[in-house]
Nanobody, 118 residues
């Protein structure tokens, strides 16, 4: 029932830009936090950016100043604008949604590939 549809990934040159989108459907409760994680081959999944209703944002040190996260509450969609991309940004980017409430209910997207290479 719950689906997180991600889009915007692809292959870009260093210094280029991409805009990721993640639209949540089938969620009837309020969303507390939406975010993006990434995973490179042989590495664990790590936080890239997240946004909480307010809005309050959080970024990994490695992307601070280059990436911008935003959300559209009406559309239940989170965006990640990625500028000045570097090869080390390469990985599979996963959308994460956490519901509001007393319980930690989290949903994950299927992931979208981002490759930064010349």
């Amino acid at each position: 029932q719950v689906q997180l549809v991600e889009s915007g990934g692809g292959l870009v040159q260093p210094g280029g830009s991409l805009r990721l989108s993640c639209a949540a459907s089938g969620i009837t409760f309020s969303i507390y936090e939406m975010g993006w994680y990434r995973q490179a081959p042989g590495k664990q999944r790590e936080l890239v950016a997240s946004i909480i209703s307010g809005p309050t944002t959080k970024y990994a040190d490695s992307v601070e100043g280059r990436f911008t996260i935003s959300r559209d509450n009406a559309k239940k969609t989170v965006y990640l604008q990625m500028n000045s991309l570097k090869p080390e940004d390469t990985g599979v980017y996963y959308c994460k949604v956490e519901l509001a409430g007393d319980y930690s209910i989290v949903y994950w997207g299927q992931g979208t590939q981002v490759t930064v290479s010349s």
